[in-house]
């Protein structure tokens, strides 16, 4: 489903992703891993058009995206959850759930929208319960949540997750990954990144490792896992799959 080559980008003279290649499969959960400052925020907002490729390929059902805007990559179906969720703190969760359908504001009828948006309520019920409150009364948790559903309501067939886990209560953590199992479950094909490599290689398929730009290792999640430096720097001692 997407098929990325040889990517390089950067910020002005730095050069951050160093010939990026992977590949994520239809219904696959794939997690990038790597440590704070590897290049994970800059791959995904590489793909999802927000920043400027310098060279490589980047195809989504066969297609070249590369170097299209944002917008029209959120129409092919591929969808970004950025990293600090940026929910619209002063607008209810229900509007900021909204804005999420507005590239299908051509294509799509208001009740297409609707039903989305009691997808997501079926999902998260808290969004539900929150729907007329203030996206910025809600826990960093919930405001992940919000951002996923908010994602959710463009109908992605490639949802791309930009550390779900990152200033979340350890308890939320656990309930935004089993919805991660959901969607997947769902038949939602799933690119993850993560420092939190517990989390993402307990739900993904495979895993790719980066490192200061650079993919170093790469296989199923359980073989990542199992490898000794990936738990070294990676894993600490104990981790477990939630999804079986
Ligand atoms: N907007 C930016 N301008 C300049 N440098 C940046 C910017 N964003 C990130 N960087 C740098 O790019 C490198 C990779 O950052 P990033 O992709 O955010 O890493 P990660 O998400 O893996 O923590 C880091 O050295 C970081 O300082
Ligand atoms: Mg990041």
Do not use: W
């Not at 944002?70 to 969808?79: D, F, L, P, T, Y």
């Not at 950025?82 to 504001?105: D, I, Q, W």
């Not at 490792?209 to 290792?217: A, D, P, S």
Request: glycine residues 10%; contains cysteine; proline residues 4%.
């Amino acid at each position: 489903m997407l098929r990325i080559l040889n990517l390089e980008a950067g910020y002005g003279p730095l050069r951050v992703l160093k010939g990026i290649s992977l590949h994520v499969s239809p219904g696959e959960a794939v997690a990038v891993i790597g440590a704070n400052g590897a290049g994970k925020t800059t791959l995904l907002k590489t793909i999802a058009g927000v920043l400027k490729a310098r060279s490589g390929e980047i195809a989504f059902d066969k297609q070249n995206i590369r170097g299209r805007p944002a917008e029209k990559i959120v129409a092919v179906g591929c969808s970004l959850v950025p990293e600090g969720r940026h929910v619209f703190g002063t607008m209810t969760v229900r509007e900021n759930l909204l804005l999420g359908a507005f590239c299908r504001r051509h294509v799509d009828n208001s009740a297409g929208v609707d039903e989305s948006l009691e997808q997501v309520y079926d999902l998260f019920g808290i969004l539900k319960e929150r729907s007329n409150q203030l996206a910025g009364t809600l826990s960093g948790g919930q405001q992940q949540m919000l951002a996923i559903g908010r994602a959710l309501m463009s109908r992605p067939r490639l949802l791309m997750m930009d550390e779900p886990s990152l200033g979340v209560a350890p308890l939320l953590v656990q309930s935004i990954y089993e919805k991660i199992v959901t969607l997947k479950r769902n038949g939602l094909t799933i690119l993850l990144v993560e420092q939190n490599a517990r989390a993402a290689l307990a739900v993904a398929d495979r895993g790719y490792v980066i490192e200061t730009g650079q993919i170093v290792l790469q296989g199923p999640s359980r073989q990542l896992s199992d490898n000794p430096e990936v738990q070294r720097a990676y894993l600490g001692k104990e981790y477990r799959r939630i999804d079986e």
